[in-house]
């Protein structure tokens, strides 16, 4: 897993089912976040989308995922996005990690999401503790 982890390792990339309304539905009551632009299909269309769009923190939490099955919690020492797009409704999220540096017993990793039509909707950052 970690204990030979060289600059561009790749981190095996975690695929999710397609968002769907119940996923939006179900997210919006774990995290709190009821803005209806994201389960409400006539509150999209009145600010002009053709329909409801995943939460951005939802992919951040996909993300957080990869990372957990990864290594153990405790070992991430930070961990930082940029939300760059919207992740419509049906989309199936990748979410992918590559090592771009190790040094001081820390790595440091690169982190997106991306949707099958090749679409980026979230990169990031983490910094793994290796000790």
Same mark, same amino acid.
């Not at 561009?8 to 089912?17: A, D, F, N, S, W």
């Not at 957990?68 to 070992?75: I, S």
């Not at 989309?91 to 990690?97: D, F, I, L, N, V």
């Given at each position: 897993m970690v204990d030979d982890l060289r600059e561009?390792?790749? #981190?095996?990339?975690?695929? #999710?089912?397609p968002i769907t309304r119940t996923t939006l539905a179900l997210f919006a009551g774990a995290s709190g976040d009821h803005n209806p632009i994201h389960i409400d299909l006539d509150v999209a269309r009145s600010a002009g989308l053709d329909d409801v769009f995943a939460h951005g923190m939802l992919s951040m939490a996909y993300l957080g995922r990869l990372l957990?099955?990864?290594?153990?919690?405790?070992?991430i020492r930070t961990y930082r996005v940029r939300f760059v797009a919207v992740t419509p409704v049906h989309?199936?999220?990748?979410?992918?990690?590559r090592v771009v540096s190790v040094r001081d017993g820390r790595a440091t990793v690169a982190l997106a999401v991306?949707?099958?039509d090749g679409t980026t909707t979230l990169t990031g950052e983490a910094v793994i503790d290796l000790s």
């Open positions: 561009g390792t790749e #981190l095996p990339p975690l695929r #999710l089912p957990t099955g990864w290594v153990p919690q405790h070992r989309a199936e999220p990748t979410c992918t990690g991306t949707l099958a």
